[in-house]
C-alpha cells in the first residue's frame, strides 16, 4: 500500500491529496493540464519540499517522508524509476549508456535478458550507439522509458510516458507497461490525458482537479459510473475484449468474437486466437430497439439498459450490460424520449467497425 497525506502550496495552487493506493496494480492519474498529476508525483519522488506545509509518504509500510517527525528517505534510496515530461536524457551519453544508468545504480538487478527484452519491446535496439541530439522526440521518449523501466526497484513513475510516441508504437509500449506490471510485480503510477491510454492500462484510478482528487476507485467502476464527472466527459471510452478469429483478405479487417457475438475492427492483421482490446467511443454508439440489416454499421450487439443520467438539457447518458460487461453511450434527449427508453429493457448497441481502435493484449500484431 502507498499511503500519501500531503498538503503543499505553490503560490495560489494548493495541492491536498490524502490517498491510499494499492501497490499490485497500474494506478492512472487522469485531469486536466495544471490540475496537480505531475505535482503529485513529484511528492512521491520527495521533490517540491519548500512547498510543503505537511508531508506523510508510506510505501509498503515503509516511511519516505514525514515532515512532522522530520523522517526522509533520500529520493535515490527509494528504488524509484522516473520518466517525467521533459524526458531529460544525459546528452554526453549514448543511448546504451543512458538505458543502464538508473539500472548499473541498483541493488537488486532485474536478470539480464530483461534488458533485452525492454530494448526490443521498445524498438530501440538500432539506437543504442546513437546520442540524444541524434533522437527524434519519440525516439527519446522511448529511451527515456527504458532508463525509467529498468532503473525502477519499488517502484515506477511516469509522466505522460507517451505523449511524443508514434501510433505505430504506442501498442507495444502499453503492452511491455502491462507486462512489467503482471510478470514483474511492478507498481506503476502513470499520468494522461488520453482515455485510450487510462481503457488499456489502468486499473486504479485517480482523477484530479484543482490539486485534490475527487474520483478514486477501480477503473472499470469509475469509468462505468454515470453519475460522476469521469464517465460524463464527452471524450468517455469503452473497452470490450473480444477474440480473433479471422482476418478477411479480400476487405481488410479482422474477424473477431466475444461470447455471444460477432464484431468486425482493424485493418491490420491482428493474430489468430489472441485476445484484443476494443475501445470504442461512447459517442460513437448509436441504440435501437431491434437490430438492422443492411448498413454500413457491421458492429450491432444486443445488450440491457441497466441505468441512463440526463447529463444536459439535450443528453443523456447510457450503462449498459453487455454479456456481464458494463459500457456506456450518450444519445439525445430526443431519441431517448422517442425510443421510449426504460431500465432492464433490452436494445441493440451499434457502431462502426471504423470508429473501433483495437489492441492486443499481448505483442501479437502481424503487420502486414
Known amino acids: 500500500m502507498l499511503k500519501i497525506n500531503s498538503k503543499c502550496q505553490f503560490g495560489n495552487f494548493n495541492l491536498d491529496i490524502n490517498q491510499s493506493l494499492p501497490t499490485n496494480q497500474i494506478i492512472g492519474l487522469f485531469g486536466a493540464s495544471g490540475c496537480g498529476k505531475s505535482r503529485f508525483i513529484r511528492q512521491i519522488l520527495g521533490f517540491d519540499k519548500e512547498y510543503q506545509i505537511k508531508s506523510l509518504i508510506d510505501f509498503n509500510k515503509q516511511t519516505w517522508q514525514c515532515t512532522d517527525s522530520k523522517l526522509e528517505v533520500l529520493t535515490e534510496k527509494r528504488g524509484i524509476g522516473y520518466l517525467p515530461q521533459s524526458i531529460d536524457l544525459f546528452p554526453q551519453l549514448n543511448v546504451k549508456e543512458n538505458i543502464l544508468f538508473g539500472w548499473n545504480?541498483?541493488?537488486?538487478?532485474?536478470?539480464?535478458?530483461?534488458?533485452?527484452?525492454?530494448?526490443?519491446?521498445?524498438?530501440?535496439?538500432?539506437?543504442?550507439?546513437?546520442?540524444?541530439?541524434?533522437?527524434?522526440?519519440?525516439?527519446?521518449?522511448?529511451?527515456?522509458?527504458?532508463?525509467?523501466?529498468?532503473?525502477?526497484?519499488?517502484?515506477?513513475?511516469?509522466?505522460?510516458?507517451?505523449?511524443?510516441?508514434?501510433?505505430?508504437?504506442?501498442?507495444?509500449?502499453?503492452?511491455?507497461?502491462?507486462y512489467i506490471s503482471s510478470k514483474c510485480r511492478l507498481p506503476i503510477i502513470f499520468s494522461s490525458h488520453s482515455r485510450i491510454e487510462h481503457a488499456f492500462l489502468t486499473d486504479y484510478i485517480l482523477t484530479f482537479d484543482n490539486g485534490r482528487i475527487i474520483q478514486s476507485g477501480k477503473y472499470q467502476f469509475v469509468a462505468n459510473d454515470i453519475k460522476a464527472p469521469f464517465a460524463q466527459m464527452p471524450d468517455a471510452i469503452n473497452c470490450i475484449q473480444a477474440k480473433v478469429i479471422d482476418f478477411e483478405t479480400e476487405s481488410s479487417i479482422n474477424k473477431l468474437k466475444t461470447k455471444d457475438n460477432t464484431l468486425w475492427a482493424?485493418?491490420?492483421?491482428?493474430?489468430?486466437?489472441?485476445?484484443?482490446?476494443?475501445?470504442?467511443?461512447?459517442?460513437?454508439?448509436?441504440?435501437?430497439?431491434?437490430?438492422?440489416?443492411?448498413?454500413?454499421?457491421?458492429?450491432?450487439?444486443?445488450?440491457?439498459?441497466?441505468?441512463?443520467?440526463?447529463?444536459?438539457?439535450?443528453?443523456?447518458?447510457?450503462?449498459?450490460?453487455?454479456?456481464?460487461?458494463?459500457?456506456?453511450?450518450?444519445?439525445?434527449?430526443?431519441?431517448?424520449?422517442?425510443?421510449?427508453?426504460?431500465?432492464?429493457?433490452?436494445?441493440?448497441?451499434?457502431?462502426?467497425?471504423?470508429?473501433?481502435?483495437?489492441?492486443?493484449?499481448?505483442?501479437?500484431l502481424e503487420q502486414r
Request: with cysteine; aromatic share 4%.
Open 105 to 178: 545504480k541498483r541493488a537488486n538487478k532485474p536478470d539480464i535478458l530483461m534488458i533485452d527484452h525492454v530494448i526490443q519491446q521498445l524498438d530501440i535496439d538500432d539506437l543504442l550507439t546513437r546520442h540524444p541530439a541524434e533522437l527524434s522526440g519519440g525516439q527519446a521518449q522511448r529511451v527515456a522509458l527504458a532508463r525509467a523501466i529498468l532503473a525502477a526497484n519499488n517502484l515506477l513513475l511516469l509522466d505522460e510516458p507517451l505523449s511524443a510516441i508514434g501510433e505505430d508504437h504506442k501498442p507495444q509500449v502499453m503492452q511491455l507497461l502491462k
Open 266 to 364: 482493424g485493418h491490420k492483421k491482428l493474430s489468430e486466437n489472441s485476445l484484443v482490446n476494443l475501445e470504442i467511443s461512447a459517442q460513437d454508439i448509436s441504440i435501437s430497439l431491434s437490430p438492422i440489416d443492411k448498413t454500413s454499421i457491421l458492429n450491432c450487439i444486443a445488450a440491457e439498459l441497466v441505468a441512463f443520467e440526463e447529463i444536459s438539457n439535450h443528453q443523456f447518458l447510457l450503462k449498459l450490460n453487455f454479456e456481464g460487461t458494463c459500457f456506456i453511450a450518450f444519445i439525445t434527449k430526443k431519441s431517448f424520449l422517442e425510443l421510449n427508453l426504460v431500465c432492464n429493457q433490452k436494445v441493440f448497441a451499434m457502431f462502426k467497425s471504423v470508429s473501433v481502435q483495437p489492441i492486443a493484449v499481448e505483442n501479437n
